[in-house]
């Protein structure tokens, strides 16, 4: 069933009147943007929680305070400042991104998402995303929390795992976001997502849309789909191996700046019982993909960020 095009307007009233009054006020959303924040922000959002972000953003901030500042910096020193935010290769692909913004776009952040997509680590997400909070344009933004109210308030929905087609969730997006405050509104519909119109528990009875949403009241969690097998992730011992890699960065943050050899790196960063043929070589493997990814640098037998 198509949104009902008459109930936009009242929709979109009533999700800002209650972001007004009950959105989260994070760092980066300031009444005058700096889109060198923005752009930090997104990547640390990218796979950490807001809450940690806005931990971490004001350290990372103090060391690079600038796009130039960032640009300019060692590699090494923004994979160490990514301390404690996880999938440490976001910060090599801010880092590149910085640069290329400097050097190409004069340290101003483009303003179309076509231009943005070129980026290293700027998807298509990422890219409206940017556009939006920064330009205040009205770009579709469409994340998990996005996804989830636009469906539900665009047809009845029973299931809490149901939602829409892309292409549907797009036209809802066009209809309904301000023209002249894309940023506002995705602030306040990702709030209502996060806090009100929750994956598997929305609160209905709190929530400001209950009087037109046809899915009010109305949604059962369905059952996981016991039948889908996923695939194992890669793992050593038991533990997979992307948290090994944070590991071995985590190790080499804190060692030596002139480096460290494979076998000391081992000893500190997975187990001090002597490796196998095997254990061996699933490490060196490790290592080399982390090297191809430039998170770490070897030269002479020595392991450095
Ligand atoms: S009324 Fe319920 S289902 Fe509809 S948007 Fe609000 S929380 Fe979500």
Redesign the pocket.
Known sequence: MPLDFKNSIWFRNKVLKWYAAEGKSWPWRTSQPDQYVILVSEFMLQQTQAARVAEKLPIFLKLFPTMQKLAHAKSDSVIRAWQGMGYNSRALRLHETAQIIQEKYGGVVPSESAALKELPGIGPYASNSLVSFIYNLPNVVLDVNVRR?YS??ASPQTETQGKLSDSTLHEIGVTIIPQLNGAIWHHAIMDLGAS??TARN???AS?P??KK?P??LN?RTKLPNTQTTKRPEPSFNGTPNRLWRGKVVEVLRYSNPTGITTTALYKKAITTKPPTKTDKEWFQNLLLKLERDRLITVRKNLITL
């Open positions: 109210v539900r308030i009100v119109c929305p609160r209905c929530c849309l209950i949403c899915s009010a949604m």
